[in-house]
């Protein structure tokens, strides 16, 4: 063989021909494709509902907490007693007023703008012997709306808190309750009641002497 023969140069290798889905192949991945997307829909949905489930759940236990630990109450008659701690109260007066007197500087006293004093008068009388027993009292009003009494603002003359020491067993004394309230709210106060911690009872609200 002569060396003058030409050489062969080596073909380039070809990339291998694609074939175009059939039709049979393609409804099968879109089959597949949309149960897939079903799935991740069905999966949020569920989750959806189970936070709803849960967020329920809790709503439920805190609202009905709230209905049978401290938010029921029961309204007495007018000038009927409510029994608490082993001691019996009544509400001798409930007045509303716009001026107080301070008992240690003589000064008068006026609350804030748009508000009121409420003077509420509690008889007092512990008949059984308890663990515990401290005078504490709410004024309620429209929508369970509560105020505590203002201890701060003007001193008076009557007593406004007893304990074991001040009230003995069998005798009546007299606590006074000072409570600032908004002006819009004073005609609609239910009445005072027995702020009792200690108790999961429905408390009892009461109405001064008609």
């Known amino acids: 063989m002569s060396d003058d023969q030409p050489s062969i140069s ?24 949309s149960r897939g997307s ?8 569920g989750c959806v509902l189970l936070a709803l489930a849960i ?21 007495l008659d007018a000038g ?15 007045v509303q007023t716009t001026q107080l007197v301070n008992s240690i500087t003589g000064d008068v006293v006026s609350p804030p703008a748009n508000a009121a004093w409420v003077v509420a008068r ?10 515990f027993f401290l005078c504490t009292f709410e004024i309620l009003g429209p929508d369970r709306r509560i105020w505590e009494p203002d201890t701060g603002s003007v001193s008076r003359g009557e007593p406004s808190t007893c304990d074991e020491e001040s009230a003995p067993l069998g005798q009546t004394i007299q606590v006074e309750k000072i409570f600032q309230v908004p002006i819009r709210y004073v005609d609609e ?22």
């Open 189 to 210: 106060l239910a009445g005072v009641v027995v702020a009792d911690s200690t108790s999961r009872d429905v408390r009892q609200i009461m109405a001064p002497p008609a």
């Open 80 to 94: 009927a007693p409510a029994y608490a701690m082993g001691a019996q109260f009544r509400l001798a007066g409930l």
């Open 55 to 75: 967020y329920l759940t809790l709503w439920t236990a805190y609202a009905l907490n709230g209905l049978t630990a401290y938010g029921r109450y029961r309204q």
């Open 38 to 45: 079903q799935r991740r829909a069905w999966l949020r949905a």
């Open 10 to 33: 080596p073909v380039p290798a070809q990339p291998p021909e694609s074939i175009p889905p059939t039709p049979a192949v393609d409804l099968l991945v879109r089959a597949r494709s």
């Open 122 to 131: 509690v008889d007092v009388v512990r008949q059984v012997e308890t663990d």
